[in-house]
C-alpha cells in the first residue's frame, strides 16, 4: 500500500509563506485523488484543498480560497500545498490523503472519500 509523508511544516509569522510537501512511496500515487486536510486539536478534521489525479481539477475550502495552491508533480510522486498570507487561524496539524478508489473530474471535499492517510505535519503561526 502507498505511504505518505508530509513535510515543510514549521512556526512562521502572519503573513508568511510556507510550502507542504507530501511525498507517496509508490508510483501508483499518479492514479490517485489527493487532499489536504487540518486538524486543530479538540476540533473535527477540516477540508482544505484537492487534487484530481492529473491536477486538472482543484478545489478549495472558502477559508484558503486565494492564499493557498495545491499542485502535484507525478513524476515526482509528490503533492504540494503553496501557502500564502497565513493567518494565526491557519494554525493545525496537516495531513495528506489519497483516494484509492479511481475518481474522474473534480476530487472530494469529504474526508471520507480518502483511505490512505500521513502522518501530519505542524503549521503554527504566530501573530
Known amino acids: 500500500q502507498v505511504q505518505l509523508v508530509e513535510s515543510g511544516g514549521g512556526l512562521v509569522q502572519a503573513g508568511a509563506s510556507l510550502r507542504l510537501s507530501c511525498a507517496a512511496s509508490q508510483r501508483t500515487f499518479s492514479r490517485y485523488a489527493m487532499g489536504w486536510f487540518r486538524q486543530v486539536p479538540g476540533n473535527e478534521r477540516e477540508f482544505v484543498a484537492a487534487?484530481?489525479?492529473?491536477?486538472?481539477?482543484?478545489a478549495y475550502a472558502d477559508s484558503v480560497k486565494g492564499r493557498f495552491t495545491v499542485s502535484r508533480d507525478n513524476g515526482q510522486n509528490t503533492m504540494y500545498l503553496q501557502m500564502n498570507s497565513l493567518k494565526p487561524e491557519d494554525t493545525a496539524a496537516y495531513y495528506c490523503?489519497?483516494?484509492?478508489?479511481?475518481?474522474?473530474?473534480?476530487?472530494?471535499?469529504?474526508?471520507?472519500?480518502?483511505?490512505?492517510w500521513g502522518q501530519g505535519t505542524q503549521v503554527t503561526v504566530s501573530s
Open positions: 487534487s484530481s489525479w492529473s491536477g486538472t481539477h482543484t
Open positions: 490523503a489519497a483516494e484509492s478508489q479511481f475518481r474522474r473530474g473534480v476530487p472530494s471535499a469529504y474526508g471520507g472519500a480518502y483511505d490512505i
